[in-house]
Structure formats: C-alpha cells, structure tokens
C-alpha cells in the first residue's frame, strides 16, 4: 500500500527516508529536520494506519517484509531507486529487512534505538490487547517507556501531545505492526547487509536497551555504535541536535572521518595511518581530511565492490601512472586485502598488456621489494 509521505528540503538533493517508530508519525522527526533538510531531501513515511497514511484491511500482510513492501512501493511512487534510509524503533527494523533483502534500494543505512529480534510474546499479546480494547489503555504506559522520567516530568507538554500522537493510530493497522514485530527476526540477515551502517542507542532505553544495539552493530561489518547518555526510546525527541550531528556526519555525501579512517586503518594497516597522523602539519592537515573523508570513507566504504576487488582496481590504476610510492603502499594493502603474492603479479603481468611493458616492470620491482623474501614469480 502507499504510504503518507512529507517530503522536506531541496528536490534535487539527494533522498534521505526516515521511517517512524510504532505508534508514532513523522512528527517524532520534527526536532532533527530542520539541519538535514537544509541539505537532503527528506521523505518522512508514516506505516499504515499511523499519522496520515491509510489504515490497513484487516488481512494484510502482517509481517516486517510485508511493511518493506509499503515503502517500496512509496519509493516506486516517487521515482526513488535508490535512497538512503534512517529508522527508528520498528522503522529501524523495516530498514534492516530493506538493506538484507533489497540492498540495491539502499544507500547509507541509520538504525536508532531498535533490534533484530523482540520477545514474541509481548507483542503478540499486545496486538491481541489493541483488538480487544482499543489504543487507549496503552498509551500512558507507551510514552512512559518513550521518554526518561526527567524529561517527561520537565515538558508535560510533550508528553500530552505523544499520547495523543499514541492514541491517533488505526487500532487494526497498530495490531498488524505488533504481529510483525512478534514473528520478526533479523539476526540472520545482519550478516547480509553491505551498507555503511550507523547505529544509534539511548543508554535508558528499556524497549530497546543498549545489548539490542550492540548486537546489530556486531552482526553488520563496519557498523558505527553510538550510546547516547541521558536519552531513552524516542531520541529524536529527547536529543535532538546530537541525532541530527551524528545523522549528518553519517549521511553527508557518504563521507565521514569516523568511516574514513575505521576503512583506512583496516585497509593499509595502524602503524602507517598513526605514522601519516603524526606527521600532519598545517600545510597537508587539509589533505589528509579530504583523502580520510572523500577516498577512504566514501569511494573505499561502498557495498559494490569488496576490498579485494578495490585492491584489484587500485594497483592496476597505480601501475598506470606510475605512482611507485603510492604502489608499494597499496601492495601492503591488497595482502592485507586478501590477494596473495601470485595474485598480485597477475594483476601487474595483466596490467602490462594495457599499461605497457615498462611500467608494469617497474611495478613488478616495487612489489618484490614490498614482498621481501617472497617475490613474486
């Protein structure tokens, strides 16, 4: 089905879905909209029956897939291939199954206050609870668990409008996001997800507490974990401008110094990144910013190519030009990558047919000198 959608921000800049908890509406991303629409576009998407999207049949599909389906046929709607996503709570889970099974549809993936798998039980007798009776009873104890007693207690305001942001939700439509959320488990799929993850914790979050996170994180390679102190379940809410920091440095042109360096101390190895640190001065400061961010934490960090592969591309562009510095260091690299030494003078012997026989000699000698004791042959 499609869903409601609020789109905010430039029309040719690149889209940035954000998807709500259960229960919730796109006006949980209202404090953190301002600084990233400035420069994404941004879809905001309500699930069925919540905010101003339509309420569901009563037999629709019920579980998570089926709730990824709604937003990729929302996507479909507007043209979007390819987005780049942030959820939170069962937003979070919708955005999981999308990167797993649907990684072509997904660029750069946020995962806030969430988890890959929930006790069933729970939510299955809370969606059994919401046919019988009705949002209402759930409401008070709900926003309870959203937000920390200290904030609730200062801004009564805040928490009479989220229960009424609570209680708006179309009781079957809630129902169904319960039942999926009781049958769900992402655990197996982390290990699928390719894209460059961020994720996000409240360190009192009691829905989804901080070992929910750190297992997600540990489950999808290179993910980023991030504990916020003071924050509970709906963190948009309760730390705005330190979600709306973290999503822009994650999301911003895919380039970030945290990705950046995780990417280049992995690929060329501690002790040559700590040496290139410590011998910044103000002169090269600015290039070494851009190389970590640009190169490093965009180019190197992207799903379609592995390492390996990038190590393939890297030596035989090297070769090229003639970069002798630059290709010992990407030697080290590409073992570290996993091509062994008879791998990487296959690649030189093939870069010779294209680049000429010159320079992938060269190329061979710089490489044996990396190697030492083990040339190639």
């Given at each position: 089905m499609i869903l409601s959608a609020r789109?905010?921000?430039?029309?040719?800049?690149?889209?940035?879905?954000?998807?709500?908890?259960?229960?919730?509406?796109?006006?949980?991303?209202?404090?953190?909209?301002?600084?990233?629409?400035?420069?994404?576009?941004?879809?905001?998407?309500?699930?069925?029956?919540?905010?101003?999207?339509?309420?569901?049949?009563?037999?629709?599909?019920?579980?998570?897939?089926?709730?990824?389906?709604?937003?990729?046929?929302?996507?479909?709607?507007?043209?979007?291939?390819?987005?780049?996503?942030?959820?939170?709570?069962?937003?979070?889970?919708?955005?999981?199954?999308?990167?797993?099974?649907?990684?072509?549809?997904?660029?750069?993936?946020?995962?806030?206050?969430?988890?890959?798998?929930?006790?069933?039980?729970?939510?299955?007798?809370?969606?059994?609870?919401?046919?019988?009776?009705?949002?209402?009873?759930?409401?008070?104890?709900?926003?309870?668990?959203?937000?920390?007693?200290?904030?609730?207690?200062?801004?009564?305001?805040?928490?009479?409008?989220l229960r009424a942001m609570y209680a708006g939700v179309d009781v079957e439509s809630y129902a169904q996001c319960c039942d999926a959320i009781a049958t769900m488990d992402l655990r197996p799929d982390l290990a699928r997800i390719a894209a460059p993850t961020l994720v996000i914790a409240g360190a009192e979050d009691l829905?989804?507490?901080?070992?929910?996170?750190?297992?997600?994180?540990?489950?999808?390679?290179?993910?980023?974990?991030?504990?916020?102190?003071?924050?509970?379940?709906?963190a948009t809410v309760e730390d705005p401008g330190r979600i709306a920091a973290l999503l822009l440095d994650h999301f911003r042109g895919g380039a970030t110094l945290a990705s950046g360096f995780a990417t280049r101390r992995a690929v060329l190895g501690d002790a040559h990144v700590d040496a290139a640190v410590a011998a910044t001065t103000d002169l090269t400061a600015p290039f070494q910013e851009f190389i970590t961010r640009y190169a490093w934490g965009d180019v190197w960090t992207r799903p379609g190519l592995s390492r390996r592969d990038r190590s393939i591309a890297t030596l035989t562009a090297l070769t090229a030009l003639g970069a002798e510095h630059e290709l010992a260091m990407h030697v080290r690299a590409a073992l570290r990558n996993g091509l062994s030494a008879e791998e990487i003078a296959e690649v030189l012997l093939h870069a010779a047919v294209y680049a000429g026989v010159p320079r992938a000699n060269r190329a061979l000698a710089v490489a044996r000198d990396v190697l030492g004791e083990n040339p190639p042959s």
């Open positions: 789109v905010d921000g430039p029309s040719d800049a690149r889209p940035l879905v954000l998807l709500d908890a259960v229960g919730s509406s796109t006006e949980m991303w209202t404090p953190v909209l301002g600084p990233l629409a400035e420069q994404f576009r941004v879809i905001r998407l309500d699930h069925r029956g919540h905010g101003e999207s339509d309420p569901s049949p009563a037999r629709s599909g019920t579980g998570i897939g089926d709730l990824a389906a709604d937003v990729l046929e929302t996507l479909d709607r507007f043209g979007l291939r390819r987005v780049d996503l942030a959820g939170l709570s069962l937003g979070g889970m919708v955005g999981m199954w999308l990167a797993a099974h649907r990684p072509e549809r997904i660029g750069r993936l946020a995962l806030l206050c969430t988890a890959a798998r929930m006790d069933p039980q729970i939510w299955t007798e809370r969606a059994a609870a919401v046919r019988a009776h009705g949002m209402t009873p759930l409401v008070v104890p709900a926003v309870e668990r959203w937000l920390t007693p200290d904030h609730a207690a200062r801004d009564e305001a805040l928490v009479r409008s829905p989804t507490p901080v070992p929910d996170a750190e297992a997600i994180a540990d489950g999808i390679a290179g993910a980023r974990l991030v504990v916020l102190d003071g924050a509970a379940h709906l």
